[in-house]
Structure formats: C-alpha cells, structure tokens
C-alpha cells in the first residue's frame, strides 16, 4: 500500500529533512515498513470518570488491532470527557458542554499537528461523542466514529432502572412516596457496569443520529457496552478508515446537508433528545453544512414519533437492540421515503446499500411492542418543538410528546439558578399550575448551560409532571421529559426577554402553535428592559470565562468558533 502521510512518508519532503521525525516515531514503536503505511490515529475518550467510557481503552485497543491488519499504522492517543452524571446539579456542571469544544479542540490539535492520514474517534458520554464528529468534519481527514455502547439496565423489584431512576427516586423521597432505605437500594442498582445511560437520552441519540449520518457503521449506534459485537465493531472501524483513505472519501463528503436531514429525521422518530438539536447545528457548522432551528420543524412536519424509548416511554435502548436495533427502522424511514438513500457512508457505500438486507423487525404489536407502525404512531409528527414568542424571539426547543397535553397556561415562579430552583420544588414552594422559570443558566451566564435534570427529575419524582411546567436558557438531559422549554433565545444574560420576568407574570407553552409567549405589553416590555442590568461575569479567569467570551447563542450550537 502507498503511504499518503503528508509529514512521514519520505526523508525529504519540501527540501526538508525528516530523519528526526522518523527517529522520534521508532522510539514509539515504528519499524521500517511502517513509514511506507498510512498512519491512523485512534482517539479513545477512555476515562474511569464515568462509566460510560471505563471500558474504552478495550475499545481502542481493537481499532488499532483493525487498522494494523488492513495495512496501516495506527498511532492511539487520549482525550478527556466529564460525568455528566456525577457532576448533575452542582457548579461542575458548568464544564459539561464546554468539554465538546475541549475535545474537538484537542484531537484537531493532535491529529493536525501529527499530519495523521486518518482518524477513528471513540465516544461513549454525551458531549465527547458530537465533540469527535465536529473534529472529524474539521479535519476532513478519512474518519469515522465509533459508539462506545449502551449500558445494561439495573434492576429493583423487577423493574428497570437507570440514571434516571436514581434523580427521579429522589423526588419521590422528598414527597415522602419512598423510604430512605428505598431510595439507597435504587442508588445502589440502577448502573451495573459499563456504558452510556440507557434511555434514549443524549448519547443513545446522538449515536443514532451519528449512524443515520453516515459517520459510524451499520449497527453501531445499537450494541451493548460490553460485547462481542461492540469489539468487532471496533476493530472494524480500524479496517474501515484504511479502506476510507484508499477510496479518497473524506467526512464532508458524508455529512452533507442531506445527511443532515437524514440524522434529524432518525432523532424525531426515535422520541431523541432536545441536546441533538444543540450538537447537529455544531456539527453542521464544523461541516461548514447549512442547518438552522427551522429545518427541525419542516422535517418534524412529516416524521413521527415511532419508538416507544424512554425517558418519555417504556423501554431502554437494550431492548432497542434485542430486537434489532437500527437498520431496520432505517430501511423502513427510507421505503416511506423519508430518508435520502443515496448518502454516501463510511462502509464506501451508500445509506440505502447499507440497510438493503437488514431484517425488519418482529410484527407489532405481537411480536414487540417498541416500534410502532406508521398508521399507528406514538405521535404523528415531531416530539422537537421549536418555540418562537415574545419571550424567545430567536427560538426555543422543547420535547413535548403528547403525554403532557399540547398546552400549559400559568404564573412565573423564578429562580435565579438550577440549585435554587430544586429547593424551591424539593421544599414545596412550586405549586401544581407554576411555569417554573430557571434563568442565568445559559452558555454566557452560567456560564456552560446547565442541564436541568435534577428539576425535572424531582418534578416528576413529586408527582407534578402534568401540573407544573419549566422554561430555561439552559439545557436539558436527555433524560428529562414533563412539559419542558429549554434553550430560550436570547438567554437572560445577555437581555432577553427570560431576564425580565416577575413572579405571576402568566406564560403560555403552545406546542401547536409553536409558541412560547408572555402575558405582557410590549409598553411594559420595554420598561422592564430600560431597567435591566447586565449582570457581572461569574468567572474572569479560566476556561469557563474564556466560553463566555466566545459561545454563540443556543440557537447557533453554542460553538465557539464562529466569527
């Protein structure tokens, strides 16, 4: 095989000796031979930080397994992530999505300084998984993702359990439905092992998004942490990036605008996370793709929801998997015509080759129960709401179902920050008709924009998930479900409307209408903003500031890297 190692592959290049470099790669363990083979470099976010990414550096021991056996040279490497888990509900979650950028930062860093020839990312946690694809279309080297995989259910008193349980139990302690000891055998059994969170929340979503854009192979978005199948899959991607540099196929020749359109329409139809709509727009950006807020609601127009996942449904995505994962739902979204089948892929071939032979799932309802039929769906366009009003004039999303009502009228209660607004539900200050409004949350003022779990959990956990509701300019988990807005735009602290509400001030949610409205003239509107101060900066030094200074609106992906 011909090496295309721009800095490697000869001793000259450019007038230039190279002799130092070659003496550098021999300490690493290159041989001769090696220097004539294209160099892969493989990036595992492996860390015992979480156990989404614990087992990882197994995984990134099989993609360079992979990437030897095909005919290159592959050079492994680290980058970070963070729990979001762990660091849910206190001030360390300011740093959650600040990492994406720390990650796509670091490994274009790594592989453009190296002039590697090729990429394979592994992801298992929320923002490292974007964060590798938005590193990938900046590169624009051949490349692929790999998922790290789903995490097994935990399980208490024959039901399934997750992350979320645990949130959610604590809610339900505080309203006194369980025991102290209750909530500890919960805590104790809900995370069994390796894997990313078992709902379809963010990093199943956005490992399904990753796959119906062509960016990871057939299958991986839907294998267990811990498999024989999640190591092939591995080792196969190694393979897969040597034959992608053969071919000359690069990332934005495979993420493309009608790619994009294709992972949209996999996010609605899977009941996907509010977070996808926040990591598609950053990674459309690094694609240098045009994709904005209203393309979620034209495709929402004519996709329904389909699969019966939670957190807003029954099952975990190890059930997803048992009964097929994927693929399947793939060829039928794309038999509906709902899909573009002539996308090309990371396999070299096209979306529509990929999924040709996959077998369809079991009949419903008597064979499984998860994905429905399109004459019967959950809901029978777009759980992703793009809200617009007075009170978001550049857009807000919410995830609404159904299974919340359509609508939700009540007075503000507001909060100044995620912390506060737990104790006033914990506490018994939200009562059943409050819009509770959390502000100061977004990308500049948080600054990081929070994901309001630990609300959302204990709303639910107390039993008010049809009589309250919440609006943010933070984020959500994509464990969160109730009727619930976040990513309103502009955020408070840089003057948005979110900024200037007073408590009973009355609030309209419209997932008809798409409207997200305030009760108010636009003569008290403008009063209110003649008053309002910029609040001072909560940090001045460091990487939080730095992503204050630099984070685009919500709107845009809260990238950093738009000027």
């Known amino acids: 095989m011909n090496s295309c190692n721009r800095n490697f592959s000869s001793i000259v290049v450019d007038g230039n000796d190279r002799a130092p470099n070659r003496s550098m790669l021999r300490a690493v363990g290159f041989e001769d031979e090696d220097f004539e083979k294209p160099q892969v470099a493989v990036c595992s976010a492996w860390s015992m930080v979480t156990p989404c990414n614990s087992h990882l550096d197994e995984l990134g021991k099989a993609s360079v397994e992979g ?148 960016m990871s192979l057939p299958d991986s978005s839907a294998q267990l942490a811990i498999s024989d199948e999640k190591k092939l899959d591995a080792k196969d991607a190694g393979a897969a990036v040597v034959n992608l540099i053969e071919l000359d196929i690069k990332p934005r020749d495979i993420m493309t605008r009608e790619a994009f359109e294709n992972a949209i329409t996999v996010v609605i139809t899977l009941g996907g996370s509010t977070n996808a709509v926040l990591h598609l727009l950053a990674m459309a950006h690094s694609a240098d793709v045009k994709l904005d807020l209203d393309d979620f609601t034209e495709i929402g127009k004519r996709v329904p929801v389909l699969c019966d996942l939670k957190p807003s449904g029954k099952y975990n995505m190890s059930h997803f998997v048992r009964i097929g994962g994927l693929r399947p739902l793939l060829k039928t979204l794309l038999e509906e015509g709902l899909l573009h089948g002539d996308c090309i892929t990371v396999t070299g071939k096209t979306l529509a080759e990929n999924v040709k032979d996959a077998t369809p799932y079991a009949p419903y309802p008597s064979g499984q129960d998860l994905v429905r039929p399109f004459n019967d769906p959950i809901k029978k366009d777009s759980h992703l709401r793009i809200l617009y009003g007075n009170l978001a004039p550049d857009g807000a999303v919410a995830k609404i179902t159904g299974k919340e009502g359509l609508k939700f009228t009540g ?153």
């Open 67 to 214: 990437v030897d056996q095909a005919g290159g040279k592959a050079v492994p490497f680290g980058t970070i992530t963070v729990s979001d888990g762990i660091s849910m509900g206190t001030p360390g979650m300011r740093y959650s999505l600040v990492s994406r950028e720390v990650i796509a930062d670091s490994i274009e860093t790594v592989v453009g300084a190296e002039g590697m020839d090729g990429l394979v990312a592994i992801g298992g946690c929320d923002k490292n998984m974007p964060a590798c694809v938005m590193a990938l279309a900046r590169l624009n080297r051949p490349g692929i993702f790999v998922y790290g995989g789903t995490i097994l259910p935990g399980l208490h008193k024959e039901k399934n359990l997750d992350i979320v349980s645990v949130f959610e139990a604590v809610g339900s302690h505080a309203g006194g439905v369980i025991d102290k000891e209750e909530l500890t055998a919960i805590e104790k059994k809900a995370i069994p092992g390796p894997g990313s969170c078992g709902g379809m929340y963010t990093a199943n979503t956005m490992s399904s998004a990753i796959e119906a854009l062509g």
């Open 411 to 563: 007075k503000a209660i507001i909060f100044e920050s995620e912390e506060a607004s737990l104790r006033g539900i914990l506490e018994g200050e939200v009562k059943a008709g409050h819009v509770i409004v959390i502000r100061n949350e977004g990308p500049v003022g948080g600054p990081g924009m929070r994901e309001m779990l630990s609300p959302t959990s204990a709303i639910m956990g107390k039993g008010l998930g049809k009589e309250v509701a919440l609006i943010t300019d933070g984020r959500f988990s994509g464990g969160s479900h109730g009727f619930v807005v976040g990513h309103v735009t502009p955020e408070a602290a840089i003057g948005g409307p979110l900024g200037l509400l007073q408590n009973d001030d009355i609030i309209t949610i419209d997932a008809e209408n798409n409207e997200l409205s305030l009760d108010l003239s636009e003569e008290e509107m403008r009063v209110r903003k003649s008053n309002w101060k910029i609040p001072e900066p909560k940090e001045n030094r460091g990487v939080l500031a730095k992503y204050a200074k630099l984070v685009s609106s919500a709107s845009q992906g809260a990238i950093t890297d738009q000027f």
